[in-house]
């Protein structure tokens, strides 16, 4: 079984600070873990992931996530928010131990203020 | 560039009819798809994962009938919501696997906006 939580469903920074947004999941196997962005009525984009390669994982837009086995965390973070960073972010766990069935967070919606 | 396309990117049709909704996989074969839908401010829940050439498996509490799905190419799933009603107003997101280049992929379709008036 595989699960992910997202601890924050918003997080509120002001422009120019940096960003953390915490994701924790559960998997009885070695997971694969995303981070995805939505826009406003816009589909999905993938912003970074990790295949058990470096723990430290580099996106775009200046966005990286690093994965920590020990706590069971994959948080995504950025040093300077921008106002363009508004937007909903899901963590998402896919295992391959059964059918690679992506399972996604509840989403945690980013808000950056002038 | 996308790997996934959804068509048509929004559809709007009158309760009672049916409408269907095209993924593909542009680049490279896709051994499963998924389905999922998307309600306002809310995560996405998968409604159903099909491999190519078999019946799809869905997620309890999705009725197999009123959503039918079909993955007859390696490129293409389709999902048909029949009868439509309001209730049925959502943002489908396809997901298409499989192999691309030398490792297994996955990759989310832009999303199909539904409103049934």
């Known amino acids: 079984a595989q699960s992910v939580t997202q601890l924050d469903s918003h997080v509120s920074v002001s422009e120019g600070t940096p960003v953390l947004l915490r994701c924790n999941y559960s998997s009885s196997y070695s997971p694969s873990l995303f981070w995805y962005v939505q826009h406003p009525n816009k589909g999905l984009q993938l912003l970074l992931k990790?295949?058990?390669?470096?723990?430290l994982v580099k996106g775009i837009n200046g966005f990286e996530a690093e994965f920590k086995k020990s706590e069971t965390s994959f948080h995504l973070t950025k040093p300077s928010a921008h106002m363009s960073d508004a937007a909903e972010y899901f963590c998402v766990v896919s295992v391959g131990g059964g059918s690679y069935i992506p399972t996604f967070g509840r989403g945690t919606s980013l808000i950056v203020h002038p | 560039g996308a790997v996934v396309s959804q068509h048509p990117s929004w559809v709007i049709c009158k309760s009672g009819t049916s409408v269907k909704i095209e993924c593909r996989s542009l680049?490279?074969?896709?051994?499963?798809m998924f389905w999922y839908r998307q309600f306002p401010k809310q995560s996405l829940m998968l409604m159903a994962t099909s491999n190519e050439g078999s019946k799809a498996t869905y997620e309890q509490g999705v009725e197999k009938d009123k959503f039918l799905i079909n993955h007859a190419s390696l490129t293409l799933s389709t999902l048909t919501v029949t009868s439509a009603h309001p209730e049925d107003s959502s943002f489908y997101i396809c997901?298409?696997?499989?192999?691309?280049?030398?490792?297994?992929?996955?990759?989310f379709g832009p999303g199909t906006r539904l409103t049934v008036t």
């Open positions: 680049d490279f074969q896709a051994t499963t």
């Open positions: 997901s298409a696997r499989g192999l691309r280049g030398h490792s297994y992929e996955q990759y």
């Open positions: 990790y295949t058990s390669a470096a723990t």
